[in-house]
């Protein structure tokens, strides 16, 4: 959806806050402010830009450090007061480092109350995709992302076949030994499952929507 700025409600000083989301994930990268220069312009290039309120001029998100914000969509709240962009990050968003400018909050949360059960996914996902985003040298999830989707996806296979070897052993015994090693190739398999959405781009809440979708025929 493009936004149209002559339907946009700006502030007195020609301001709309603007939020910035990860179009791979939903993940929020940032908040900061456009007028109507700042929201053309993103449209025209597919470069979000802002209006940087410090230095009273255009801002090209990325244009000193390099990690631009590659426009995927726009919207306009329902109120017509406030933007939303998707976008795909060309590395950290904040000027920390940190994928998000909300990160840090995300973390002491993480602390406060870690996830239990198949909660704690989507940290495994939240680490995956920072992994897509920052590229961490030294990294194993670095190393899959960059060696491309053909070798990611034979991972994928690798582990497959892995799990099923386990679940075979794991009848057979059925002990504790063998349970262990089928909970670790399912383990694997998740984590490389994983990896694979990240490197095409296929948040798990497409997943969960589709098996949502599969549930109810």
Not at 28 to 33: E, I, K, S
Not at 125 to 140: E, K, L, M, V
Request: net charge negative; aromatic share 4%.
């Amino acid at each position: 959806m493009e936004v149209d700025s002559d339907a946009v409600r700006w502030g007195h000083d020609g301001l709309v806050p603007t939020v910035v989301q990860d179009a791979a994930d939903g993940h929020v990268l940032m908040l900061a402010w456009q007028d109507r220069e700042a929201l053309e312009v993103t449209l025209r290039t597919g470069e979000v830009h802002f209006h940087s309120r410090s230095r009273d001029r255009l801002w090209r998100k990325g244009e000193s450090s390099g990690n631009v914000l590659r426009l995927v969509s726009a919207q306009l709240d329902c109120d017509g007061d406030a933007i939303l962009l998707t976008a795909v990050p060309a590395g950290p968003t904040c000027h920390t480092g940190a994928r998000s400018c909300f990160d840090h909050v995300a973390a002491e949360r993480a602390l406060a109350a870690p996830p239990q059960g198949f909660a704690w996914l989507e940290t495994l996902w939240s680490t995956i995709a920072d992994r897509a985003a920052t590229r961490p040298s030294g990294s194993y999830t670095t190393r899959l992302l960059e060696v491309g989707v053909d070798a990611v996806a034979r991972k994928v296979a690798e582990e497959a076949t892995e799990v099923v070897l386990a679940a075979k052993d794991d009848a057979a015994a059925g002990n504790d030994e063998t349970k262990g090693a089928l909970t670790g190739e399912l383990a694997d398999l998740l984590y490389h499952a994983l990896v694979l959405a990240a490197e095409r781009s296929v948040p798990p809440a497409a997943i969960i929507d589709e098996l949502r979708l599969r549930h109810v025929r």
